[in-house]
């Protein structure tokens, strides 16, 4: 049981938006920690999508952002391409761990 | 360009002990912090532990707390894992990430390697 919570899935055809949230706490969001996103595909490194809840690391396109408010989080993608099949997670700091923490992941499908 | 490069995986037996390397490039290894994160077959991302650009901060999951030492040679630009008493549950792909700050793991990772797989069977 990971302390993000993710939906498992979620699916989209190309062109469309697709949404992806991320429940967290008091301990994490809540305490005003930033949300990330990553993308990984099976068998690569994962890469850093979107830091501090909406920030977009140069390189990656502006159809990826992200939001936060409150204990929740969301990255959304718009334009869905092919390419964006892949695996999501996002990733904040507990104080009640004191530690990082994932969420679940939360696997991308493009009909 | 910036790199970082695991070693060390293989397969163990349950109970024996391993130690990973995480070799870095093209950065200034000393002034940034490093976690461990890893696979689990069919699993998810799972946060391990990080330490800080010195070496002097360290923080643990839970679930490798007590068995899991990480360790660092800014000398060799390299980053370790020891992992103790090893179980089937610690089977996994391992990546080490850049943090971007050197003291806390309060932030995100911009850097991660392409992993190394550890098995851990009988």
């Known amino acids: 049981q990971s302390v993000l919570t993710q939906p498992p899935s979620v699916s989209g055809a190309p062109g469309q938006r697709v949404t992806i949230s991320c429940t967290g706490s008091?301990?994490?969001?809540?305490?005003?920690?930033?949300v990330h996103w990553y993308q990984h595909l099976p068998g690569t490194a994962p890469k850093l999508l979107i830091c501090?809840?909406?920030n977009r690391p140069s390189g990656v396109p502006d159809r990826f952002s992200g939001s936060k408010s409150g204990t929740s989080a969301s990255l959304a993608i718009t334009g869905l391409q092919a390419e964006d099949e892949a695996d999501y997670y996002c990733?904040?700091?507990?104080?009640?761990?004191?530690?990082?923490?994932f969420g679940g992941g939360t696997k991308l499908t493009v009909l | 360009q910036v790199q970082l490069v695991e070693s060390g995986g293989g397969v163990v037996q349950p109970g024996r002990s391993l130690r990973l390397s995480c070799a870095a490039s093209?950065?200034?290894?000393?002034?940034?912090?490093i976690h461990w994160v890893r696979q689990a077959p069919g699993k998810g991302l799972e946060w391990l532990a990080f330490i800080s650009y010195v070496g002097t901060n360290k923080y643990y999951a839970d679930s490798v707390k007590g068995r899991f030492t990480v360790s660092r040679d800014n000398s060799k630009n390299t980053l370790y894992l020891q992992m103790n008493s090893l179980r089937e549950e610690d089977t996994a792909v391992y990546y080490c990430?850049?943090?971007?700050?050197?003291?806390?793991?309060?932030?995100?990772?911009?850097?991660w390697g392409k992993g190394t797989t550890v098995t851990v069977s009988s």
């Open positions: 990733q904040s700091y507990d104080s009640s761990l004191s530690g990082s923490v």
């Open positions: 008091s301990s994490n969001f809540g305490a005003g920690y930033g």
């Open positions: 501090d809840n909406n």
């Open positions: 093209g950065f200034t290894f000393s002034a940034y912090g």
């Open positions: 990430a850049k943090d971007i700050t050197g003291t806390t793991p309060y932030y995100y990772m911009d850097v």
